[in-house]
Protein backbone atom coordinates (compact mmCIF):
# COMPACT_ATOMS: atom_id res chain seq x y z
CA UNK A 1 0.00 0.00 0.00
CA UNK A 2 2.85 2.35 0.69
CA UNK A 3 4.34 1.49 -2.77
CA UNK A 4 1.53 2.46 -4.46
CA UNK A 5 1.29 5.90 -2.48
CA UNK A 6 4.37 7.06 -3.09
CA UNK A 7 3.84 6.49 -6.99
CA UNK A 8 0.26 8.37 -7.28
CA UNK A 9 1.56 10.85 -5.21
CA UNK A 10 4.56 11.28 -7.59
CA UNK A 11 2.06 10.98 -10.63
CA UNK A 12 -0.13 13.88 -9.02
CA UNK A 13 2.95 15.78 -8.25
CA UNK A 14 2.68 19.37 -10.27
CA UNK A 15 6.80 18.70 -11.63
CA UNK A 16 9.15 15.95 -12.50
CA UNK A 17 12.17 14.80 -10.71
CA UNK A 18 14.18 16.24 -13.57
CA UNK A 19 11.94 20.08 -13.56
CA UNK A 20 12.35 20.15 -9.63
CA UNK A 21 16.28 19.58 -10.42
CA UNK A 22 16.13 22.11 -13.01
CA UNK A 23 14.91 24.59 -10.44
CA UNK A 24 16.75 23.98 -7.95
CA UNK A 25 19.72 23.86 -9.96
CA UNK A 26 18.83 26.88 -11.97
CA UNK A 27 15.77 28.58 -11.00
CA UNK A 28 14.56 27.35 -14.53
CA UNK A 29 12.14 24.96 -15.64
CA UNK A 30 11.01 23.77 -19.17
CA UNK A 31 7.29 23.08 -20.29
CA UNK A 32 7.04 19.89 -22.61
CA UNK A 33 3.20 20.63 -23.47
CA UNK A 34 3.55 24.93 -24.49
CA UNK A 35 2.81 26.00 -28.32
CA UNK A 36 6.25 27.32 -28.41
CA UNK A 37 10.04 26.38 -26.62
CA UNK A 38 10.61 29.15 -24.60
CA UNK A 39 13.48 29.97 -22.23
CA UNK A 40 12.37 31.91 -18.99
CA UNK A 41 15.60 33.28 -17.81
CA UNK A 42 15.06 35.22 -14.11
CA UNK A 43 17.72 38.11 -13.22
CA UNK A 44 17.14 38.91 -9.46
CA UNK A 45 18.27 39.98 -6.10
CA UNK A 46 21.17 42.19 -7.10
CA UNK A 47 23.51 41.55 -9.84
CA UNK A 48 27.04 40.70 -8.81
CA UNK A 49 29.86 41.62 -10.53
CA UNK A 50 33.54 41.45 -9.91
CA UNK A 51 33.15 40.94 -6.55
CA UNK A 52 31.40 38.24 -4.25
CA UNK A 53 28.61 39.88 -2.03
CA UNK A 54 27.43 38.47 1.38
CA UNK A 55 26.33 34.90 1.52
CA UNK A 56 22.74 35.83 2.71
CA UNK A 57 22.21 38.51 -0.65
CA UNK A 58 19.93 36.87 -3.17
CA UNK A 59 22.65 37.02 -6.24
CA UNK A 60 22.27 36.74 -9.63
CA UNK A 61 26.05 36.20 -10.50
CA UNK A 62 27.05 37.31 -14.35
CA UNK A 63 29.39 34.29 -15.11
CA UNK A 64 25.92 31.99 -15.21
CA UNK A 65 23.92 34.54 -16.82
CA UNK A 66 26.26 35.28 -19.82
CA UNK A 67 27.03 31.22 -20.80
CA UNK A 68 23.35 30.49 -20.83
CA UNK A 69 22.47 33.53 -23.23
CA UNK A 70 25.54 32.12 -25.28
CA UNK A 71 23.75 28.53 -24.85
CA UNK A 72 19.93 29.67 -26.03
CA UNK A 73 21.43 31.78 -28.75
CA UNK A 74 23.22 28.57 -30.33
CA UNK A 75 20.36 25.93 -29.38
CA UNK A 76 17.84 25.68 -32.08
CA UNK A 77 15.20 23.87 -30.12
CA UNK A 78 14.82 27.32 -28.26
CA UNK A 79 12.24 29.60 -30.16
CA UNK A 80 12.34 32.64 -27.49
CA UNK A 81 13.34 34.25 -24.56
CA UNK A 82 11.61 35.52 -21.84
CA UNK A 83 13.50 37.56 -18.97
CA UNK A 84 11.86 38.21 -15.40
CA UNK A 85 13.22 40.90 -13.57
CA UNK A 86 12.62 41.73 -9.82
CA UNK A 87 16.42 43.54 -9.10
CA UNK A 88 17.48 45.80 -7.08
CA UNK A 89 20.69 46.77 -9.42
CA UNK A 90 23.99 46.08 -8.73
CA UNK A 91 27.56 45.93 -10.67
CA UNK A 92 27.03 48.06 -13.36
CA UNK A 93 29.79 46.47 -15.84
CA UNK A 94 28.10 42.92 -15.22
CA UNK A 95 24.50 44.49 -15.77
CA UNK A 96 25.44 45.90 -19.02
CA UNK A 97 27.10 43.21 -20.17
CA UNK A 98 24.30 41.45 -20.02
CA UNK A 99 22.28 43.55 -21.31
CA UNK A 100 24.46 43.63 -24.36
CA UNK A 101 24.26 39.85 -24.82
CA UNK A 102 20.59 40.33 -24.61
CA UNK A 103 19.78 42.78 -26.98
CA UNK A 104 22.04 40.97 -29.22
CA UNK A 105 20.09 38.06 -29.08
CA UNK A 106 18.62 37.32 -32.94
CA UNK A 107 15.68 35.19 -31.52
CA UNK A 108 12.38 36.58 -30.02
CA UNK A 109 13.03 38.37 -27.07
CA UNK A 110 10.37 39.92 -24.25
CA UNK A 111 11.02 40.95 -20.80
CA UNK A 112 8.97 41.45 -17.91
CA UNK A 113 9.79 43.69 -15.04
CA UNK A 114 7.59 42.25 -11.63
CA UNK A 115 8.49 44.25 -8.59
CA UNK A 116 11.45 46.49 -9.50
CA UNK A 117 13.70 46.61 -11.53
CA UNK A 118 15.81 49.46 -9.88
CA UNK A 119 19.38 51.23 -11.31
CA UNK A 120 21.47 48.90 -13.52
CA UNK A 121 17.76 46.84 -13.64
CA UNK A 122 16.85 49.84 -16.20
CA UNK A 123 19.04 48.57 -18.92
CA UNK A 124 18.24 44.90 -18.32
CA UNK A 125 14.49 46.18 -19.09
CA UNK A 126 15.06 47.78 -22.15
CA UNK A 127 17.30 45.44 -23.41
CA UNK A 128 14.66 43.04 -25.26
CA UNK A 129 12.92 43.44 -28.18
CA UNK A 130 9.90 43.69 -26.21
CA UNK A 131 9.71 45.00 -22.58
CA UNK A 132 6.15 45.08 -19.90
CA UNK A 133 6.05 46.13 -16.55
CA UNK A 134 2.97 45.02 -14.27
CA UNK A 135 1.18 47.88 -12.49
CA UNK A 136 2.82 47.46 -9.08
CA UNK A 137 6.50 47.18 -10.07
CA UNK A 138 8.73 50.41 -9.82
CA UNK A 139 11.83 51.68 -11.32
CA UNK A 140 14.52 53.48 -10.07
CA UNK A 141 16.55 55.95 -12.45
CA UNK A 142 19.78 57.25 -10.41
CA UNK A 143 23.44 58.64 -11.03
CA UNK A 144 25.78 55.95 -11.06
CA UNK A 145 27.33 55.74 -7.66
CA UNK A 146 30.29 53.78 -5.78
CA UNK A 147 30.93 52.20 -2.64
CA UNK A 148 34.86 52.05 -1.27
CA UNK A 149 37.71 54.52 -1.40
CA UNK A 150 37.72 57.27 -4.30
CA UNK A 151 40.07 59.74 -5.06
CA UNK A 152 38.63 63.62 -4.86
CA UNK A 153 40.26 64.56 -8.47
CA UNK A 154 38.53 65.68 -11.57
CA UNK A 155 39.77 62.24 -13.29
CA UNK A 156 37.11 60.30 -11.25
CA UNK A 157 34.18 62.82 -12.29
CA UNK A 158 35.37 62.15 -16.06
CA UNK A 159 34.87 58.36 -15.06
CA UNK A 160 31.56 58.87 -13.99
CA UNK A 161 30.21 61.03 -16.43
CA UNK A 162 31.76 58.13 -19.56
CA UNK A 163 30.25 55.26 -17.36
CA UNK A 164 26.54 57.29 -17.60
CA UNK A 165 27.18 58.04 -20.79
CA UNK A 166 27.16 54.36 -21.48
CA UNK A 167 24.09 53.35 -19.53
CA UNK A 168 22.17 56.55 -21.11
CA UNK A 169 23.01 55.60 -24.68
CA UNK A 170 22.41 51.83 -24.00
CA UNK A 171 18.42 52.77 -22.63
CA UNK A 172 17.72 55.41 -24.97
CA UNK A 173 18.95 53.27 -28.16
CA UNK A 174 16.45 50.18 -26.92
CA UNK A 175 13.36 52.27 -25.52
CA UNK A 176 11.04 55.38 -26.75
CA UNK A 177 12.58 57.81 -24.07
CA UNK A 178 14.88 60.68 -25.09
CA UNK A 179 18.45 61.21 -23.66
CA UNK A 180 17.39 64.63 -22.50
CA UNK A 181 14.21 63.24 -20.14
CA UNK A 182 16.15 60.54 -19.56
CA UNK A 183 19.08 63.02 -17.94
CA UNK A 184 15.93 64.64 -16.15
CA UNK A 185 14.42 61.90 -14.25
CA UNK A 186 18.03 60.58 -13.19
CA UNK A 187 18.91 64.53 -12.22
CA UNK A 188 15.78 65.17 -10.06
CA UNK A 189 16.40 66.61 -6.33
CA UNK A 190 12.37 66.40 -4.73
CA UNK A 191 11.84 62.50 -5.53
CA UNK A 192 14.23 60.81 -3.00
CA UNK A 193 14.96 61.48 0.58
CA UNK A 194 19.19 60.09 0.36
CA UNK A 195 19.68 60.34 -3.11
CA UNK A 196 18.71 62.05 -6.43
CA UNK A 197 16.33 60.30 -9.20
CA UNK A 198 13.30 59.61 -9.53
CA UNK A 199 11.36 56.54 -9.21
CA UNK A 200 8.50 55.66 -11.72
CA UNK A 201 5.62 53.07 -11.50
CA UNK A 202 4.84 50.36 -13.92
CA UNK A 203 2.10 53.52 -15.55
CA UNK A 204 4.68 56.05 -15.54
CA UNK A 205 7.05 53.95 -16.85
CA UNK A 206 4.83 53.41 -20.04
CA UNK A 207 3.76 57.27 -20.37
CA UNK A 208 7.74 58.18 -20.30
CA UNK A 209 8.54 55.41 -23.01
CA UNK A 210 10.94 53.71 -20.91
CA UNK A 211 8.59 50.46 -21.02
CA UNK A 212 6.87 49.63 -23.99
CA UNK A 213 3.89 47.44 -22.34
CA UNK A 214 1.82 48.10 -19.27
CA UNK A 215 0.61 44.17 -18.47
CA UNK A 216 1.03 41.00 -17.09
CA UNK A 217 2.97 37.54 -17.28
CA UNK A 218 -0.25 36.05 -19.77
CA UNK A 219 0.42 39.30 -21.90
CA UNK A 220 4.16 39.16 -21.73
CA UNK A 221 3.95 35.02 -23.35
CA UNK A 222 1.54 35.77 -25.80
CA UNK A 223 3.40 38.53 -27.14
CA UNK A 224 6.35 36.27 -27.23
CA UNK A 225 3.97 33.77 -28.78
CA UNK A 226 3.45 36.72 -31.60
CA UNK A 227 7.27 37.68 -32.16
CA UNK A 228 8.01 33.87 -32.62
CA UNK A 229 5.35 33.53 -35.07
CA UNK A 230 6.54 36.50 -36.91
CA UNK A 231 10.11 35.72 -36.47
CA UNK A 232 9.00 32.15 -38.07
CA UNK A 233 6.70 33.80 -41.32
CA UNK A 234 9.69 35.95 -42.58
CA UNK A 235 12.79 33.76 -41.50
CA UNK A 236 11.79 30.11 -42.52
CA UNK A 237 15.19 28.50 -41.38
CA UNK A 238 13.92 24.90 -43.02
CA UNK A 239 13.68 26.53 -46.53
CA UNK A 240 17.75 27.22 -46.84
CA UNK A 241 18.41 23.91 -45.77
CA UNK A 242 16.47 22.40 -48.44
CA UNK A 243 17.91 24.52 -51.49
CA UNK A 244 21.43 24.13 -49.85
CA UNK A 245 20.59 20.10 -50.27
CA UNK A 246 18.89 20.36 -53.64
CA UNK A 247 21.86 22.31 -54.93
CA UNK A 248 24.17 19.45 -53.16
CA UNK A 249 22.42 17.11 -54.84
CA UNK A 250 22.37 19.19 -58.18
CA UNK A 251 26.37 19.38 -57.90
CA UNK A 252 26.96 15.84 -57.42
CA UNK A 253 24.36 14.87 -60.27
CA UNK A 254 26.85 17.41 -62.71
CA UNK A 255 29.71 16.01 -61.27
CA UNK A 256 28.59 12.40 -61.93
CA UNK A 257 27.56 12.97 -65.37
CA UNK A 258 30.57 15.34 -65.98
CA UNK A 259 32.48 12.11 -64.83
CA UNK A 260 30.75 9.75 -66.48
CA UNK A 261 31.03 11.56 -70.27
CA UNK A 262 34.91 11.74 -69.37
CA UNK A 263 34.85 7.68 -68.76
CA UNK A 264 32.88 7.56 -72.28
CA UNK A 265 35.52 9.93 -74.29
CA UNK A 266 38.13 8.72 -72.74
CA UNK A 267 36.82 4.72 -73.95
CA UNK A 268 36.06 6.32 -77.26
CA UNK A 269 39.60 7.71 -77.53
CA UNK A 270 40.91 4.61 -76.58
CA UNK A 271 38.89 2.57 -78.68
CA UNK A 272 39.95 4.72 -81.56
CA UNK A 273 43.22 4.51 -80.74
CA UNK A 274 43.46 0.51 -80.58
CA UNK A 275 41.01 0.48 -84.22
CA UNK A 276 44.30 2.98 -85.89
CA UNK A 277 47.16 0.41 -84.36
CA UNK A 278 44.81 -2.40 -85.68
CA UNK A 279 45.11 -0.78 -88.95
CA UNK A 280 48.74 0.39 -88.74
CA UNK A 281 49.57 -3.51 -88.55
CA UNK A 282 47.29 -4.66 -91.16
CA UNK A 283 49.04 -2.17 -93.50
CA UNK A 284 52.47 -2.85 -92.33
CA UNK A 285 51.39 -6.79 -93.09
CA UNK A 286 50.16 -6.46 -96.47
CA UNK A 287 53.38 -3.85 -97.54
CA UNK A 288 55.64 -6.59 -95.94
CA UNK A 289 53.63 -9.62 -97.95
CA UNK A 290 53.90 -7.04 -100.78
CA UNK A 291 57.38 -6.92 -100.58
CA UNK A 292 58.58 -10.53 -99.73
CA UNK A 293 56.05 -12.13 -101.38
CA UNK A 294 53.27 -13.02 -98.95
CA UNK A 295 55.75 -14.67 -96.88
CA UNK A 296 53.73 -15.77 -93.17
CA UNK A 297 56.45 -13.96 -90.80
CA UNK A 298 55.39 -10.59 -90.10
CA UNK A 299 57.97 -8.00 -90.73
CA UNK A 300 57.94 -4.49 -90.50
CA UNK A 301 58.85 -1.35 -93.03
CA UNK A 302 62.11 -1.92 -92.44
CA UNK A 303 61.58 -5.58 -93.71
CA UNK A 304 63.05 -6.79 -90.40
CA UNK A 305 61.82 -10.07 -88.86
CA UNK A 306 59.66 -9.42 -85.59
Known sequence: M????????????????????????????????????????????????????????????????IPALVSIEQDSSVEGLLIVLNTVGGDVEAGLAIAELIAGISKPTVSIVVGGGHSIGVPLAVSAKESFIVPSATMTIHPVRMNGMMLGVPQT????????????????????????????????????????GTVLDGKNAV???????????????????????????????????????????????????????????SAKESGDKKQKTVAVKSRNAELNGAFYGGSAVMRDLRGEQR
Open 207 to 265: EEGLIDNLGSLSDAVKRLYELIEKDKSNNPRKAPAKSEKSSKSTKSSKSTKSAKSTKNS
Open 157 to 196: MNYFEKMQDRITRFVTKNSHISPERFKELMMERDELVLDI
Open 2 to 65: SHKNEVSEENNAPFSEQQNQQIIDMGIIASPNAPYNIHCLSIIGQIEGHYILPPQNKTTKYEHI
